[in-house]
Protein backbone atom coordinates (compact mmCIF):
# COMPACT_ATOMS: atom_id res chain seq x y z
CA UNK A 1 0.00 0.00 0.00
CA UNK A 2 1.43 3.24 -0.77
CA UNK A 3 1.04 6.50 0.67
CA UNK A 4 -1.55 7.49 -1.74
CA UNK A 5 -3.62 4.94 -0.69
CA UNK A 6 -3.17 4.97 2.68
CA UNK A 7 -4.28 9.08 2.24
CA UNK A 8 -7.53 7.55 0.79
CA UNK A 9 -8.07 4.69 2.86
CA UNK A 10 -7.97 7.56 6.12
CA UNK A 11 -10.48 9.77 4.01
CA UNK A 12 -12.81 6.77 3.59
CA UNK A 13 -12.69 5.61 7.04
CA UNK A 14 -13.52 9.10 8.48
CA UNK A 15 -16.29 9.39 5.75
CA UNK A 16 -17.98 6.54 6.19
CA UNK A 17 -17.54 6.96 10.38
CA UNK A 18 -19.63 10.58 9.72
CA UNK A 19 -22.09 8.57 7.55
CA UNK A 20 -22.82 5.35 9.59
CA UNK A 21 -23.12 8.21 12.87
CA UNK A 22 -25.70 10.30 10.91
CA UNK A 23 -27.58 7.33 9.71
CA UNK A 24 -27.66 6.48 13.47
CA UNK A 25 -29.27 9.74 14.28
CA UNK A 26 -31.54 9.98 11.53
CA UNK A 27 -33.36 6.39 13.11
CA UNK A 28 -32.92 7.56 16.51
CA UNK A 29 -34.39 10.92 16.88
CA UNK A 30 -37.61 12.31 16.19
CA UNK A 31 -38.92 14.72 14.35
CA UNK A 32 -38.69 18.57 15.17
CA UNK A 33 -41.23 21.08 15.18
CA UNK A 34 -39.16 24.44 14.74
CA UNK A 35 -35.75 25.81 13.82
CA UNK A 36 -34.96 26.34 17.80
CA UNK A 37 -35.59 22.98 18.32
CA UNK A 38 -33.79 21.71 15.24
CA UNK A 39 -30.37 23.68 16.20
CA UNK A 40 -30.53 22.91 19.83
CA UNK A 41 -31.09 19.40 18.90
CA UNK A 42 -28.26 19.60 16.09
CA UNK A 43 -25.75 21.54 17.81
CA UNK A 44 -26.04 19.14 20.97
CA UNK A 45 -25.97 15.83 18.96
CA UNK A 46 -23.44 13.63 17.67
CA UNK A 47 -24.27 15.15 14.19
CA UNK A 48 -21.73 17.90 15.34
CA UNK A 49 -19.72 15.30 15.43
CA UNK A 50 -20.03 13.74 12.46
CA UNK A 51 -20.04 16.94 10.63
CA UNK A 52 -16.39 17.66 11.79
CA UNK A 53 -15.12 14.21 10.68
CA UNK A 54 -16.45 15.19 7.39
CA UNK A 55 -14.19 18.25 6.96
CA UNK A 56 -11.62 16.48 8.95
CA UNK A 57 -11.57 14.21 6.12
CA UNK A 58 -11.66 16.87 3.05
CA UNK A 59 -9.40 18.90 4.63
CA UNK A 60 -6.83 15.39 5.20
CA UNK A 61 -7.51 14.87 1.07
CA UNK A 62 -6.53 18.56 0.31
CA UNK A 63 -3.39 18.78 2.24
CA UNK A 64 -2.45 15.07 1.06
CA UNK A 65 -3.17 16.02 -2.59
CA UNK A 66 -1.35 19.57 -2.66
CA UNK A 67 1.59 17.74 -4.25
CA UNK A 68 1.02 16.86 -7.69
CA UNK A 69 1.74 12.45 -7.73
CA UNK A 70 1.04 12.05 -11.10
CA UNK A 71 4.26 11.52 -13.40
CA UNK A 72 3.58 14.22 -15.56
CA UNK A 73 5.28 14.48 -19.26
CA UNK A 74 7.52 17.49 -19.70
CA UNK A 75 4.27 20.26 -19.86
CA UNK A 76 3.93 22.75 -22.98
CA UNK A 77 3.24 26.38 -21.87
CA UNK A 78 0.77 26.76 -19.61
CA UNK A 79 -2.75 25.94 -20.38
CA UNK A 80 -5.31 29.02 -20.70
CA UNK A 81 -7.38 27.32 -18.27
CA UNK A 82 -9.55 29.97 -16.58
CA UNK A 83 -9.65 30.05 -12.71
CA UNK A 84 -13.60 30.04 -12.48
CA UNK A 85 -13.30 26.52 -11.42
CA UNK A 86 -12.77 27.50 -7.85
CA UNK A 87 -16.40 28.53 -6.98
CA UNK A 88 -18.23 24.99 -8.70
CA UNK A 89 -15.68 22.91 -6.91
CA UNK A 90 -16.11 24.79 -3.54
CA UNK A 91 -20.17 24.02 -3.97
CA UNK A 92 -19.11 20.46 -5.07
CA UNK A 93 -17.56 19.76 -1.49
CA UNK A 94 -19.76 22.10 0.02
CA UNK A 95 -22.61 20.55 -1.84
CA UNK A 96 -21.43 17.15 -0.67
CA UNK A 97 -21.28 18.32 3.28
CA UNK A 98 -24.60 18.90 2.90
CA UNK A 99 -25.23 15.12 2.18
CA UNK A 100 -23.91 14.69 5.99
CA UNK A 101 -26.38 17.45 7.15
CA UNK A 102 -29.76 16.58 9.11
CA UNK A 103 -32.26 18.72 7.21
CA UNK A 104 -33.08 22.08 8.33
CA UNK A 105 -29.64 23.82 8.24
CA UNK A 106 -30.18 24.88 4.80
CA UNK A 107 -33.60 24.30 3.27
CA UNK A 108 -35.98 24.58 6.37
CA UNK A 109 -36.96 21.66 8.64
CA UNK A 110 -39.77 20.81 6.30
CA UNK A 111 -36.66 19.16 3.59
CA UNK A 112 -36.66 15.64 3.90
CA UNK A 113 -33.58 14.11 3.72
CA UNK A 114 -33.72 13.21 0.29
CA UNK A 115 -34.55 16.74 -0.77
CA UNK A 116 -31.21 17.72 0.32
CA UNK A 117 -29.99 14.86 -0.98
CA UNK A 118 -31.14 15.45 -4.46
CA UNK A 119 -30.22 18.52 -4.86
CA UNK A 120 -26.83 18.14 -3.56
CA UNK A 121 -26.79 15.38 -6.07
CA UNK A 122 -27.67 17.32 -9.10
CA UNK A 123 -25.39 20.65 -7.83
CA UNK A 124 -22.68 18.00 -7.86
CA UNK A 125 -23.60 17.29 -11.42
CA UNK A 126 -23.53 20.51 -12.67
CA UNK A 127 -20.47 20.67 -10.91
CA UNK A 128 -18.53 17.91 -12.36
CA UNK A 129 -19.76 19.07 -16.25
CA UNK A 130 -18.01 22.28 -15.63
CA UNK A 131 -15.20 20.50 -14.49
CA UNK A 132 -15.13 17.77 -17.25
CA UNK A 133 -15.03 20.27 -19.58
CA UNK A 134 -12.45 22.18 -18.49
CA UNK A 135 -10.21 19.45 -18.49
CA UNK A 136 -11.20 18.24 -22.06
CA UNK A 137 -10.14 21.64 -22.90
CA UNK A 138 -6.59 21.14 -20.92
CA UNK A 139 -6.23 17.54 -22.63
CA UNK A 140 -6.49 19.96 -26.23
CA UNK A 141 -3.60 22.56 -25.28
CA UNK A 142 -1.51 20.60 -23.16
CA UNK A 143 -1.40 16.63 -24.48
CA UNK A 144 -0.81 15.57 -20.64
CA UNK A 145 -0.62 11.93 -21.62
CA UNK A 146 -2.26 8.84 -21.75
CA UNK A 147 -1.32 7.67 -18.28
CA UNK A 148 -2.40 10.98 -16.48
CA UNK A 149 -5.63 10.86 -19.23
CA UNK A 150 -6.18 6.69 -18.35
CA UNK A 151 -6.53 8.15 -14.49
CA UNK A 152 -9.20 10.55 -14.74
CA UNK A 153 -11.44 9.00 -17.30
CA UNK A 154 -11.12 5.96 -14.50
CA UNK A 155 -11.81 8.43 -11.58
CA UNK A 156 -14.66 9.48 -13.78
CA UNK A 157 -16.28 6.62 -14.15
CA UNK A 158 -15.74 5.63 -10.48
CA UNK A 159 -18.19 9.00 -9.98
CA UNK A 160 -20.44 8.15 -12.24
CA UNK A 161 -20.81 4.43 -10.93
CA UNK A 162 -20.86 6.17 -7.38
CA UNK A 163 -23.61 8.44 -8.39
CA UNK A 164 -25.94 5.81 -10.37
CA UNK A 165 -25.54 3.76 -7.28
CA UNK A 166 -26.69 7.03 -4.97
CA UNK A 167 -29.46 8.03 -7.72
CA UNK A 168 -30.90 4.02 -7.49
CA UNK A 169 -30.74 4.66 -3.64
CA UNK A 170 -32.57 7.66 -3.77
CA UNK A 171 -35.34 6.30 -5.97
CA UNK A 172 -35.93 3.50 -3.50
CA UNK A 173 -35.97 5.62 -0.68
CA UNK A 174 -38.19 8.09 -2.42
CA UNK A 175 -40.72 5.23 -3.11
CA UNK A 176 -40.49 3.59 0.86
CA UNK A 177 -39.03 6.35 2.92
CA UNK A 178 -37.36 3.44 5.02
CA UNK A 179 -34.69 3.81 7.98
CA UNK A 180 -32.69 0.85 5.85
CA UNK A 181 -33.64 3.16 2.77
CA UNK A 182 -32.54 6.17 4.52
CA UNK A 183 -29.07 4.55 5.57
CA UNK A 184 -27.87 3.16 2.03
CA UNK A 185 -28.57 6.70 0.72
CA UNK A 186 -26.08 7.89 3.35
CA UNK A 187 -23.80 5.31 2.94
CA UNK A 188 -24.18 5.86 -1.11
CA UNK A 189 -23.72 9.75 -0.54
CA UNK A 190 -20.42 9.34 1.76
CA UNK A 191 -18.98 7.32 -1.24
CA UNK A 192 -19.69 9.28 -4.21
CA UNK A 193 -18.49 12.26 -2.18
CA UNK A 194 -15.15 10.71 -1.90
CA UNK A 195 -15.17 9.40 -5.42
CA UNK A 196 -15.98 13.24 -6.10
CA UNK A 197 -12.78 14.80 -4.30
CA UNK A 198 -10.94 11.60 -5.95
CA UNK A 199 -11.99 13.24 -9.14
CA UNK A 200 -10.81 16.89 -7.85
CA UNK A 201 -7.78 15.97 -6.35
CA UNK A 202 -6.79 14.03 -9.54
CA UNK A 203 -7.34 17.19 -12.37
CA UNK A 204 -5.89 19.21 -9.44
CA UNK A 205 -2.85 16.80 -9.42
CA UNK A 206 -2.49 16.71 -13.45
CA UNK A 207 -1.28 20.24 -14.07
CA UNK A 208 -5.48 21.94 -14.12
CA UNK A 209 -4.63 25.07 -12.15
CA UNK A 210 -8.02 25.74 -10.22
CA UNK A 211 -7.00 28.43 -7.79
CA UNK A 212 -6.33 31.96 -8.61
CA UNK B 1 -22.26 28.84 6.26
CA UNK B 2 -25.52 29.91 4.58
CA UNK B 3 -24.04 32.89 3.18
CA UNK B 4 -20.95 31.12 1.67
CA UNK B 5 -22.85 28.90 -0.09
CA UNK B 6 -25.41 31.52 -1.48
CA UNK B 7 -22.27 33.69 -2.90
CA UNK B 8 -20.76 30.70 -3.95
CA UNK B 9 -24.02 29.72 -5.96
CA UNK B 10 -24.53 32.91 -7.46
CA UNK B 11 -20.25 32.64 -8.32
CA UNK B 12 -20.98 29.88 -10.57
CA UNK B 13 -24.24 30.91 -12.22
CA UNK B 14 -22.16 34.31 -13.19
CA UNK B 15 -19.29 32.54 -14.70
CA UNK B 16 -21.70 29.90 -16.37
CA UNK B 17 -24.91 31.27 -17.16
CA UNK B 18 -26.35 28.05 -18.73
CA UNK B 19 -25.40 26.25 -15.09
CA UNK B 20 -28.69 29.05 -13.63
CA UNK B 21 -31.64 26.98 -15.37
CA UNK B 22 -30.02 23.54 -13.89
CA UNK B 23 -30.09 24.91 -10.43
CA UNK B 24 -33.33 26.31 -10.93
CA UNK B 25 -34.67 22.72 -11.64
CA UNK B 26 -32.61 20.93 -9.09
CA UNK B 27 -34.07 22.98 -6.04
CA UNK B 28 -37.53 23.74 -7.48
CA UNK B 29 -37.83 20.07 -6.78
CA UNK B 30 -40.02 19.85 -3.54
CA UNK B 31 -40.60 16.40 -3.29
CA UNK B 32 -38.05 14.14 -5.58
CA UNK B 33 -39.88 11.44 -7.05
CA UNK B 34 -38.30 8.17 -8.37
CA UNK B 35 -38.82 9.77 -11.69
CA UNK B 36 -36.54 12.37 -11.14
CA UNK B 37 -33.62 10.14 -9.52
CA UNK B 38 -34.14 8.41 -12.67
CA UNK B 39 -33.61 11.62 -14.65
CA UNK B 40 -30.93 12.12 -12.62
CA UNK B 41 -29.14 9.07 -13.43
CA UNK B 42 -29.71 9.77 -16.67
CA UNK B 43 -27.81 12.62 -16.62
CA UNK B 44 -24.79 11.06 -15.12
CA UNK B 45 -24.34 8.91 -17.58
CA UNK B 46 -25.23 10.85 -20.54
CA UNK B 47 -21.79 12.12 -21.23
CA UNK B 48 -18.76 9.86 -21.34
CA UNK B 49 -15.04 10.22 -20.58
CA UNK B 50 -15.30 10.92 -24.58
CA UNK B 51 -17.46 13.03 -24.87
CA UNK B 52 -15.43 15.73 -22.52
CA UNK B 53 -12.81 14.85 -24.30
CA UNK B 54 -12.61 14.72 -27.71
CA UNK B 55 -8.83 15.46 -28.19
CA UNK B 56 -8.09 12.07 -26.24
CA UNK B 57 -5.07 9.87 -27.06
CA UNK B 58 -6.59 7.16 -25.48
CA UNK B 59 -7.75 4.32 -27.69
CA UNK B 60 -11.67 4.15 -27.89
CA UNK B 61 -13.54 2.12 -25.69
Given at each position: MNSSQLQ??????LNTISGAIIAWTATKSAPTQNVGDFLAKFITGPDVFALALTF??????HVNHSTPTVPEQPAGPAAP????LTGPLMILLLGCGLWTVDCGLLTGCSSTPQQVAY????TTIVTVD????????????NQP????????KFAYEKYQTAMTILCDAGTVYSMTASTNAASVLNLAASTAAQDLLDLENLITACGVKLTP | ????????VEEAIKVAPAAYADFQEIFSKQNPTPADWEAL???????SYADYVPASQLPPG
Open positions: SLVRLLVAWLWGISPRQSAGTAMGLWGAYVAAGTNAEAKV | MIALIVSLRAKVLAK
